[in-house]
């Protein structure tokens, strides 16, 4: 209820071109139209949203013109939202808390038993992403809302590859625009759109994906530090989304495969298959 609450302000609030861009909720007053559901072990909350017209969704794979394209109008959203951040509910959600929420589950008798094989590296993870954070500043980035989930089945287009409409906002939050580029660089890498999918690391470093980050650095400048926290945003995207809230998400065939994935490639796989320095250098950083 509070991400849709701020969801909704961020909707009306958001300046052209993107006043149509976001799927309003449906209201009863003052208050979103939200029904909460119990029975037994289910407890169920349900947002209802107003329909919102849908025009093209991109090709799986874009061409040059398009990621550039794509860049800039994600840079230009971005700006608008961190134009308004101010004027949003605050979120009593943080970066910090989550990973805090997920050390709290794993020490516990559940959390031991299900992670029973990985509580080490768990443990090891997080401590590694709060540590870094920290070296980083994090406390000192600008927070806006960030809906970290761009699979292009989950936003329209204008046929000159402008926004028009977004929907679907299970990953909503307010944090570093840092979180929306991992799915952004999947979303422009030369594999595209797949329908079975990894969360491999290395499109952060892809080609594609510095050509996206170049045109978007143009419309609105990104920061060492920010490209510094790309990895860490990344990890705390594996522990969060994939690790901690993994079977709420995906199919139990996808959750057991990408967590195991998470041990064995994604989590060893940061240090080493990322590169700042090759952004730094495309940015002239």
Same mark, same amino acid.
């Given at each position: 209820?509070?991400? #849709?609450?701020? $969801?909704?302000?961020?909707?009306?609030?958001?300046?052209?071109?993107?006043?149509?861009?976001?799927?309003?909720?449906?209201?009863?007053?003052?208050?979103?139209?939200? #029904?909460?559901?119990?029975?037994? $072990?289910?407890?169920?909350?349900?947002?209802?949203?107003?329909?919102?017209?849908?025009?093209?969704?991109?090709?799986?794979?874009?061409?040059?013109?398009?990621?550039?394209?794509?860049?800039?109008?994600?840079?230009?959203?971005?700006?608008?939202?961190?134009?308004?951040?101010?004027?949003?509910?605050?979120?009593?959600?943080?970066?910090?808390?989550?990973?805090? #929420?997920?050390?709290?589950?794993?020490?516990?008798?559940?959390?031991?038993?299900?992670?029973?094989? *990985?509580?080490?590296?768990?443990?090891?993870?997080?401590?590694?992403?709060?540590?870094?954070?920290?070296?980083?500043?994090?406390?000192?980035?600008?927070?806006?809302?960030?809906?970290?989930?761009?699979? $292009?089945? *989950?936003?329209?287009?204008?046929?000159?590859?402008?926004?028009?409409?977004?929907?679907?906002?299970?990953?909503?939050?307010?944090?570093?625009?840092?979180?929306?580029?991992?799915?952004?660089?999947?979303?422009?890498?030369? $594999?595209?759109?797949?329908?079975?999918?990894?969360?491999?690391?290395?499109?952060? *470093?892809?080609?594609?994906?510095?050509?996206?980050?170049?045109?978007? #650095?143009?419309?609105?400048?990104?920061?060492?530090?920010?490209?510094?926290?790309?990895?860490?945003?990344?990890?705390?995207?594996?522990?969060?989304?994939?690790?901690?809230?993994?079977?709420?998400?995906?199919?139990?065939?996808?959750?057991?495969?990408?967590?195991?994935?998470?041990?064995?490639?994604?989590?060893?796989?940061?240090?080493?298959?990322?590169?700042?320095?090759?952004?730094?250098?495309?940015?002239?950083?």
């Amino acid at each position: 209820v509070e991400d #849709h609450t701020i $969801i909704n302000v961020l909707s009306n609030n958001l300046p052209e071109p993107f006043e149509n861009f976001l799927a309003r909720s449906l209201m009863k007053g003052n208050t979103l139209f939200v #029904h909460r559901f119990q029975d037994g $072990i289910a407890d169920i909350w349900v947002v209802f949203y107003r329909p919102i017209r849908i025009k093209h969704k991109l090709p799986k794979i874009l061409s040059d013109q398009q990621v550039t394209k794509l860049a800039e109008q994600f840079a230009l959203f971005h700006k608008a939202c961190h134009r308004i951040r101010n004027t949003l509910p605050t979120s009593s959600k943080t970066l910090n808390s989550d990973v805090d #929420h997920l050390l709290e589950f794993a020490n516990s008798d559940v959390g031991q038993y299900e992670y029973r094989m *990985n509580l080490d590296v768990i443990r090891r993870q997080c401590d590694l992403f709060l540590e870094k954070i920290h070296e980083l500043r994090y406390r000192d980035f600008d927070k806006i809302p960030v809906f970290v989930d761009w699979n $292009i089945g *989950n936003f329209s287009v204008t046929a000159s590859c402008r926004f028009f409409s977004r929907w679907d906002y299970d990953w909503f939050r307010i944090c570093s625009r840092v979180l929306d580029f991992y799915f952004l660089s999947r979303v422009v890498s030369e $594999i595209g759109d797949q329908t079975v999918f990894s969360y491999t690391i290395e499109q952060l *470093n892809g080609e594609r994906f510095l050509k996206f980050l170049q045109a978007y #650095h143009r419309v609105f400048p990104l920061t060492e530090a920010e490209i510094r926290f790309m990895p860490e945003a990344y990890r705390f995207f594996i522990l969060n989304y994939v690790i901690k809230f993994g079977r709420y998400f995906f199919r139990d065939f996808y959750a057991t495969r990408l967590q195991k994935e998470a041990f064995d490639i994604y989590f060893p796989s940061i240090e080493r298959g990322f590169d700042a320095e090759k952004i730094l250098r495309a940015l002239k950083i």
